[in-house]
């Protein structure tokens, strides 16, 4: 079917395909490493950047001479020879991470293995790498802490939450069940490495980088550098993948501009694959101790969640990682306490599904640990403590049609065939099993406005300083304005990632849709408007002195709703007034409905695996997922979301984890050949099923967010799955060979 052809009904809603589809395929689309390449910038230096190989200590010394000798060579710079930079305060949109950002090159500390001490400036990429390998750097090393048992510090204040009496519960509990989770520290290792290119015209600087927030890479610059945030354009219009780590502005974006400042010309950097394990953030180690008090039935009465996580020694980085066992469950008495412990390591960051993924793990692990114990089935046990308003909050939910999706998931799984018991499913050497787990994610809102601009020939530009880092952006804005202005798809562009483009909050936390997208749906609700207008009181329109709410537009034209005869198209109208363009801004502000409602996207997951019961390997043969998102605008592209975020689940659940050396902290897996992700031959029947919804009340155009969602839930479930395959119940992650031999 052609896209023209699904154009006769509304686009929002259809399977279309990604409008920046041929560019990136066929290479057009600029990254942000290219735009020298594709010629927006020109006389670029490159930049690349030396770092600390010891994790904690002062440096004593930088011999830059063999470096600075070589042909090419136009400066090094560290904090030998960098200027002092203000580093006013930062005006952006609030950090997780609470403290003192890092100060690139403006003392002689290291705080961490990989942090960079120097950056080589130099005509090619080739003799700047060559002269980085010149540098010598000494130090007075220290021994890093790198592990949650032996910290650099005092744990940062806790914070807390309780409600009820939880000792006096757990008394009175029938059953008891105590467990500790732990997680590894994973990294994102997107597609597209970070990168940067600064160019400085006189107190005005440019940069083309890597970012899911260009307004806040705006401030972040403007704060480091001491100048108006309007003295900075950032520029990003492809991003090659993210999950979250390009949601900061790292030391290495100060590093180009500092050095293109310094050596009086653009300035390019990009981050080796190497250097992205420690130049940008990662999912922090953390340590899940739950304990769990349920009664016969298998209603649970009380919880303590106690969190342990890392962080570095310069800020406090924390995610929502209580607000799963706050309202996941109906537990009257529940306590929770979060923790951070300052290591020798750089600050970690969001990661997909910040919070509640790492959260899931444990919950929905102890929750089928419960319904073991107790001789329930476990989907069940979690139907028996469905809570009918938020336990956290006393607000009803928006919607929660969690058991909608366990009865969809289990029907399609064949769930009431299984047998229970561990190792009573076999297909060869091959030990078969089959979990569930719960997934919900918050849906979160920012305040958003975009531009609108309906030109003579008929077409329409809408613009926002929203990104797309891969779930597509581009299209999904295009479909709304598209649906709200009348016209087919093709008729429509949407513009993004230029800080100079109407406010939009983080590209992040499943948030871009409901926010962008309800100002993308005002702007062009009132552009719609305006043209009728214009038409109503023209009297050359033939709608001239109709009532506005008796004309639509479809396909380009405005006509009456009972009369589609009587019209004009837009290019019509606009020519005859003599108006090269129509003009409007919207926007988009949540509403006390955010204090009103409990608002999430929930999600039943099914994993099924296999696992060699001589071997011990673990192959995931299928997962599916039911997910309450509220409306879907595209789903194609929605499809593509839940392919993506189960694969990042596999991966989470049996591959990635990042190894430090202790001794130095070094992270010795610093690559794709030793750091594990999933690849085609690991990736099974992975299904996702969405719920026919229409959550109003979470936002004005109905959607709940479904790219963070996906990812919850899938690693609980296939731990479940090896617990119900094998009989072993493992409780860190990631699973390897050695736990189930």
């Not at 991003?239 to 949601?247: I, P």
Request: glycine share 10%.
């Amino acid at each position: 079917m052609t896209q023209q052809t699904r154009q006769t009904r509304p686009a929002a809603g259809s399977p279309l395909s990604r409008v920046d589809g041929r560019l990136k395929v066929t290479g057009q689309a600029t990254y942000a490493a290219e735009h020298d390449a594709h010629g927006a910038v020109r006389g670029v230096a490159h930049g690349v950047i030396v770092t600390s190989t010891v994790g904690r200590g002062r440096i004593t010394g930088i011999d830059a001479r063999a470096a600075l000798a070589q042909p090419g060579v136009l400066k090094v710079i560290s904090h030998l020879n960098a200027p002092k930079l203000p580093y006013r305060p930062f005006r952006g949109v609030p950090d997780p991470a609470r403290g003192e950002r890092l100060r690139v090159f403006q003392d002689d500390r290291v705080r961490f293995f990989g942090q960079p001490v120097a950056v080589v400036v130099a005509e090619t990429l080739e003799i700047a790498r060559h002269a980085a390998g010149l540098v010598k750097v000494g130090y007075d090393a220290q021994r890093p802490a790198t592990d949650l048992g032996s910290p650099a510090g005092a744990p940062n204040a806790p914070d807390n939450y309780a409600r009820g009496n939880v000792d006096q519960a757990l008394q009175r509990a029938h059953t008891r069940l105590e467990r500790t989770y732990r997680l590894q520290r994973e990294h994102h290792n997107p597609m597209e490495p970070h990168a940067t290119i600064a160019r400085w015209d006189g107190d005005r600087l440019t940069v083309w980088d890597k970012t899911q927030i260009v307004l806040n890479t705006r401030a972040d610059l403007a704060s480091v550098f001491g100048i108006e945030e309007e003295s900075v354009h950032v520029i990003s219009p492809f991003v090659g993948g993210a999950f979250g780590s390009a949601l900061r502005c790292w030391p290495h974006v100060t590093i180009a501009a500092l050095a293109a400042r310094q050596v009086r010309r653009p300035v390019k950097v990009v981050l080796t694959r190497k250097q992205m394990y420690t130049g940008t953030g990662f999912r922090p180690v953390t340590e899940y101790k739950l304990t769990l008090g349920a009664d016969q039935r298998g209603r649970v009465s009380a919880a303590i969640h106690d969190i342990r996580a890392e962080t570095s020694t310069y800020e406090d980085y924390r995610e929502g990682l209580i607000d799963v066992g706050r309202m996941t469950h109906a537990t009257p008495h529940v306590r929770q306490t979060y923790r951070t412990l300052p290591l020798d390591i750089n600050t970690p960051t969001w990661m997909r599904g910040p919070g509640p993924a790492t959260a899931a793990f444990a919950i929905e692990c102890a929750m089928d640990e419960l319904a073991y114990e107790l001789g329930i089935d476990p989907i069940d046990l979690r139907l028996r403590n469905e809570p009918d308003r938020d336990p956290g909050t006393g607000v009803p939910f928006s919607t929660r049609r969690l058991r909608e999706c366990f009865n969809i998931g289990s029907r399609a799984v064949a769930w009431s065939k299984r047998d229970p018991r561990p190792r009573s499913a076999r297909d060869g050497n091959w030990l078969i099993g089959t979990g569930v787990a719960v997934a919900t994610y918050h849906t979160a809102r920012g305040a958003a406005q975009a531009l609108a601009r309906l030109d003579a020939d008929g077409t329409a530009t809408v613009q926002s300083a929203t990104s797309d880092m891969g779930p597509g952006t581009y299209t999904s804005m295009t479909q709304l304005a598209a649906d709200a202005l009348g016209l087919q798809v093709p008729k429509v562009r949407f513009q993004l990632g230029d800080s100079t483009m109407p406010l939009a909050p983080p590209h992040g936390g499943s948030m871009t849709m409901a926010s962008v997208g309800s100002a993308v749906q005002d702007t062009c609700d009132k552009l719609r408007r305006q043209a009728i207008r214009l038409a109503i009181e023209d009297s050359g329109s033939p709608l001239h002195g109709v009532p506005a709410e008796n004309v639509v537009v479809h396909n380009g034209r405005l006509h009456l709703r009972d009369n589609p005869a009587r019209g004009e198209t837009y290019r019509q109208l606009l020519g005859r007034n003599n108006r090269p363009h129509l003009e409007t801004r919207g926007g988009y502000t949540p509403g006390d409905e955010v204090e009103r409602f409990s608002t999430h996207a929930y999600g039943a997951v099914f994993a099924q695996v296999a696992v060699d019961e001589r071997l011990g390997l673990v192959r995931v043969r299928r997962i599916h997922g039911v997910y309450d998102a509220g409306r879907i605008i595209n789903p194609k592209l929605a499809e593509s979301q839940a392919i993506g975020g189960m694969v990042g689940g596999i991966g989470m659940a049996l591959l990635e984890h990042t190894i430090t050396d202790p001794r130095d902290g070094r992270i010795v897996n610093a690559n794709m050949a030793d750091y594990l992700v999933p690849v085609n031959a690991d990736i099974p029947d992975v299904n996702a099923v969405y719920l026919n919804g229409d959550d109003r009340t979470a936002d004005p155009i109905g959607v709940k967010g479904l790219g963070e969602v996906v990812i919850v839930g899938v690693a609980p479930a296939i731990a479940n799955a090896v617990f119900h395959a094998t009989g072993r119940r493992v409780r860190d992650l990631p699973i390897t060979i050695d736990a189930l031999l």
